[in-house]
T-cell receptor, first 116, second 114 residues
């Protein structure tokens, strides 16, 4: 049963520190999405990639957030410097952009980030 | 862009009762409508989806209906069980910068009491 994996699962850091979250999409999937989940805002789309190319990152605060896909098996989301308002659960999801299963997205277990 | 409204925000039922969660969407071009179940501290899991060429889809105790004219779709859970307790999210596909993404509703917390 193929699944999206994310590391770390939990991260506690102090304000101003750099945070890096990693995601391994399901093998063969060509789209990757980063979401942030909070009680107030629900699931917000931060950025997404297709075939490792960034398509849209308009949901991210550009001055502190960055997302990359160094290769097909790794996506990263970085926050530098982190702030308390960044505390949330960050989910990665992957999917296929074509065929009968297009649009389907499968989520990883999330990274729970706490910035003190 | 797409806007998805979900109701109710919380729903409490007795075990064995049915539960219905409703969503509306704004973009008439949307053509894919998934439902996700998220248990406490876990990932959202895709439980059922429907595409715009179908009006209803059923999988054991869960079913989804779609009314494209009215732009709303619903999740129906019959014979609810305590393990159905979770937050349920609806979503609708939308085109963003020429590529398809999902726009999510705010979620419904379903509580099933034994």
């Amino acid at each position: 049963d193929a699944r999206v994996t994310q590391t770390p699962r939990h991260k506690v850091t102090e304000m101003g520190q750099e945070v890096t979250m990693r995601c391994q999409p399901i093998l063969g999937h060509n789209t990757v999405f980063w979401y942030r989940q909070t009680m107030m805002q629900g699931l917000e789309l931060l950025a997404y990639f297709r075939n490792r190319a960034p398509l849209d990152d308009s949901g991210m605060p550009k001055d502190r957030f960055s997302a990359e896909m160094p290769d097909a098996t790794l996506a990263t989301l970085k926050i530098q410097p982190s702030e308390p308002r960044d505390s949330a659960v960050y989910f990665c999801a992957s999917g296929l952009a074509e065929g009968t299963r297009r649009y389907e997205q499968y989520f990883g277990p999330g990274t729970r980030l706490t910035v003190t | 862009g797409e806007n998805v409204e979900q109701h109710p925000s919380t729903l409490s039922v007795q075990e064995g009762d049915s539960a219905v969660i409703k969503c509306t969407y704004s973009d008439s071009a949307s053509n894919y409508f998934p439902w996700y179940k998220q248990e406490l501290g876990k990932r959202p899991q895709l439980i059922i989806d429907i595409r715009s060429n179908v009006g209803e889809k059923k999988d054991q105790r869960i079913a989804v209906t779609l009314n494209k004219t009215a732009k709303h779709f619903s999740l129906h859970i019959t014979e609810t069980q305590p393990e159905d307790s979770a937050v349920y999210f609806c979503a609708a596909s939308s085109m963003n910068s020429g590529y398809s993404t999902l726009t999510f509703g705010k979620g419904t917390m379903l509580l099933v009491s034994p």
